[in-house]
T-cell receptor, first 110, second 113 residues
Framework: QKEVEQDPGPLSVPEGAIVSLNCTYS??????FMWYRQYSRKGPELLMY????GNKEDGRFTAQVDKSSKYISLFIRDSQPSDSATYLC??????????FGTGTSLTVIP | KAGVTQTPRYLIKTRGQQVTLSCSPI?????VSWYQQTPGQGLQFLFE???????NKGNFPGRFSGRQFSNSRSEMNVSTLELGDSALYLC????????????FGSGTRLTVV
């Protein structure tokens, strides 16, 4: 069983839609959670960072962590064509070695 | 401010050869981590270096090795290449700990034929 599971999609939504991206994990010791966005032929870039459980909002992006269910989510409001990318969740026990999901491919159609 | 620079961007090698990849972190960043990215497995942690010392290591065979120099630049070496080593190799830097996230380079695309 993989440490982190992520639905690969692909996910296709119209511009302006709310997008929900999710990951589940098996290691209850994970306490650092991140979301990265990766455009084609580029390295991942950090979008959101959360520690332990709870919600965090940054502009159109909201990250949620539910440690009791071992489930994390990223919500994108008012999605834009420029949001079209692969989204990767990542998590860590110590903050020095991260386990990544395989990524969800998102396309926002104008 | 310059980002994380990885060279070369693309590489084609023959099975059995060895290869060295290079990474220059963001100025002031002392931690460098390496990840292998493949479509089926996603990003998998190789190792992390901090102040020229390997601080963490993932579950890769000994053919994969790395080092870090006093200027924080890092190199990764893969010996006796196998077809399954074909992947995007990503270098990521952070100040001291990756608690607040990495800055990734654009990667080196290695193809083993």
């Amino acid at each position: 069983q993989k440490e982190v599971e992520q639905d690969p999609g692909p996910l296709s939504v119209p511009e302006g839609a709310i997008v929900s991206l999710n990951c589940t994990y098996s290691n209850s010791a994970f306490q650092y959670f991140m979301w990265y966005r990766q455009y084609s032929r580029k390295g991942p870039e950090l979008l959101m960072y959360t520690y332990s459980s709870g919600n965090k909002e940054d502009g159109r992006f909201t990250a949620q962590v539910d440690k009791s269910s071992k489930y994390i989510s990223l919500f994108i409001r008012d999605s834009q064509p420029s949001d079209s990318a692969t989204y990767l969740c990542a998590m860590s026990r110590t903050g020095n070695q991260f386990y990544f999901g395989t990524g969800t491919s998102l396309t926002v159609i104008p | 401010k310059a980002g994380v620079t990885q060279t070369p961007r693309y590489l084609i090698k023959t099975r059995g050869q060895q290869v060295t990849l290079s990474c220059s972190p963001i100025s002031g960043h002392r931690s460098v981590s390496w990840y292998q990215q493949t479509p089926g497995q996603g990003l998998q942690f190789l190792f992390e270096y901090f102040s020229e010392t390997q601080r963490n290591k993932g579950n890769f065979p000994g053919r994969f090795s790395g080092r870090q120099f006093s200027n924080s630049r890092s190199e990764m070496n893969v010996s006796t290449l196998e077809l399954g080593d074909s992947a995007l190799y990503l270098c990521a830097s952070s100040l001291g700990s990756s608690l607040y996230g990495y800055t990734f380079g654009s990667g080196t695309r290695l193809t083993v034929v």
